[in-house]
Structures are given as C-alpha cells and as structure tokens.
C-alpha cells in the first residue's frame, strides 16, 4: 500500500513511478482507481490470466530443465548461445530467405520493373 501512501501525501505521479520502478501509465491507472474507489481498489486480486500449462506439465517442464542443455542437444552446459554477453547485445543469426522471397531490385527507385515495349 506504498503507492497509496504516496497518493495521500500528493506525491508527483513521476517521482512515484520512479522509486517504484514502474512506468508512469501504470501510477496514473493506479492514481485513478484509488481516487475513484479508495486504497482497497489497489490490492491485488491475483493474476489477470491463467497459466497455459497444467500442474502436470509444469513438472514435466521442470524435470526437462533440471536435464540441462546437453540433454537437449546444445554443445555446452549453458540454454544461450552467447553465456557472457548480454543478450540484448547479441548479434541475432542471420535470417536465410525463403524459397517464395524474390530478391530486392537493383534499379533506382521510380524506375519501371516491366521492360519497355517496342514501338514500330
């Protein structure tokens, strides 16, 4: 109830964001809600969707994971191809065009791509 506290005390919709390392959007939905409906409308109600996987595939998950890469047939005890580098700086594999995918022209733009007819 951090959030409503600060909305009590008329802190700054961005200084909350910041400190609670959220984004600005989501303390303006909040702000409202609780000026709308008081502190109780900002206590969770559990998740907004229901997970995919079953208690039983969880598991099975689990026990694939626990294997580790090599079982699943990466060279080397690590799920990333790049385990020191962050991943976000990773160069992505180069995508390798598929059979319908023509290549891009060479001619300069605005030129036709149907050859001219011969006049007589």
Same mark, same amino acid.
């Given at each position: 109830?951090?959030?409503?506290?600060?909305?009590a005390r008329g802190d700054e919709t961005a200084a909350a964001a910041r400190s609670l390392?959220?984004?600005?959007?989501?303390?303006?939905?909040?702000?409202?809600?609780?000026?709308?409906?008081?502190?109780?409308?900002?206590?969770?109600?559990?998740?907004?969707?229901?997970?995919?996987?079953?208690?039983?595939?969880?598991?099975?998950?689990?026990? @694939? %994971? /626990?294997?580790? $890469?090599?079982? !699943?047939?990466? *060279?080397?005890?690590?799920?990333? +191809?790049?385990?020191?580098? @962050? %991943? /976000?700086?990773? $160069?992505?594999? !180069?995508?390798? *065009?598929?059979?319908?995918?023509? +290549?891009?022209?060479?001619?300069?733009?605005?030129?036709?791509?149907?050859?001219?007819?011969?006049?007589?």
């Amino acid at each position: 109830m951090e959030v409503a506290e600060r909305f009590a005390r008329g802190d700054e919709t961005a200084a909350a964001a910041r400190s609670l390392q959220v984004t600005v959007r989501s303390v303006q939905r909040w702000r409202k809600m609780w000026s709308e409906d008081g502190p109780q409308s900002l206590v969770l109600k559990g998740p907004t969707s229901l997970p995919l996987l079953n208690d039983e595939l969880f598991a099975a998950l689990k026990r @694939d %994971l /626990d294997k580790g $890469p090599v079982a !699943r047939g990466w *060279p080397e005890q690590a799920w990333t +191809p790049f385990p020191n580098q @962050d %991943l /976000d700086r990773a $160069p992505l594999p !180069r995508a390798t *065009p598929s059979k319908t995918s023509r +290549p891009r022209s060479s001619r300069p733009a605005g030129t036709s791509q149907v050859p001219p007819t011969p006049s007589h």
